[in-house]
């Protein structure tokens, strides 16, 4: 009857713990943590069950990534009414984007073409938007690109001139969007990215060369450019959301403040 004491599970449990923390023996609270839930999505996926036989994590995961690209582009495709907004692209040739920004949009633009590897497959269409390595002959001569060289350590993806002028039309159309003039209609619509994305797209095709095929992939131009102002308009979105909610923040605290001092 001693078997039935053994701890062979209780063993091959922490066992696991110490492999999924990098063969470490001396594993903390937080990883063990992490590697139950990590475990525990592999026991609920020792579950379901293929036509084919057993689904892996893997596929799991690839299937739900695939769902939910296509999910996006289901609702970017959704019609977006823009005839409240038409006087913007005309407004954009106003916007001036200042030296300090323009350092700030370098470095975006190189976390878009991050973004982009793992959507694009084609060398070519990779080589006119970013490159994963830079050398010092090869980096512009241009101010804008030294604080992105001053924060390299030979691991950040640097942009062309093409994704970095894409990137700019984008944040100079989102400028003119979130102005005095358009921020409530602007604030009130229900599909605010794809109007972006729009916009962006009708100011990239106005003012760049976005015509011709990739030589490798013959991939459109244009579709290339629409992955691009996609990831753009995300980042915008997000940093004028999390703007909009420091604002109240601040606003609370300066009423709380006359509240005490009252």
């Not at 026991?43 to 769902?67: P, W």
């Not at 009414?81 to 038409?86: E, G, H, V």
């Not at 358009?182 to 604030?187: E, G, M, T, Y």
Request: aromatic share 8%.
């Amino acid at each position: 009857m001693l078997w039935k004491f053994q701890t062979d599970n209780l063993e091959f449990r922490f066992g696991q713990y110490h492999q999924m923390s990098g063969a470490n023996y001396n594993v903390s609270v937080t990883e063990i943590m992490e590697s139950e839930k990590k475990l525990r999505i592999l026991s609920v996926m020792k579950l379901v069950q293929h036509k084919n036989g057993a689904m892996t994590v893997r596929d799991f995961i690839a299937g739900y990534c695939a769902e939910a690209e296509a999910a996006e582009n289901e609702q970017d495709c959704s019609t977006v009414n823009l005839s409240q907004f038409s006087s913007v692209l005309q407004e954009c040739d106003d916007v001036c984007i200042s030296d300090s920004e323009t350092a700030a949009l370098v470095f975006v633009a190189g976390y878009v073409g991050y973004k982009l590897r793992k959507k694009l497959v084609c060398i070519d269409c990779r080589l006119e938007l970013f490159t994963e390595k830079a050398l010092e002959c090869e980096l512009p001569h241009d101010d804008s690109f030294n604080y992105m060289a001053d924060i390299d350590r030979v691991g950040l993806t640097w942009p062309t001139d093409l994704l970095l002028s894409i990137v700019v039309q984008c944040i100079i159309v989102f400028k003119c969007l979130v102005s005095k003039q358009h921020a409530v209609q602007f604030n009130l619509m229900q599909n605010q990215r794809a109007a972006t994305a729009d916009l962006a797209l009708q100011r990239c095709v106005a003012v760049l060369d976005l015509s011709g095929k990739c030589t490798g992939c013959s991939m459109q131009v244009a579709d290339v450019v629409k992955l691009c102002i996609r990831t753009v308009c995300n980042i915008a979105l997000n940093n004028y959301t999390k703007s909009l909610t420091d604002g109240q923040s601040k606003l609370k605290a300066l009423r709380k403040l006359s509240t005490l001092t009252k």
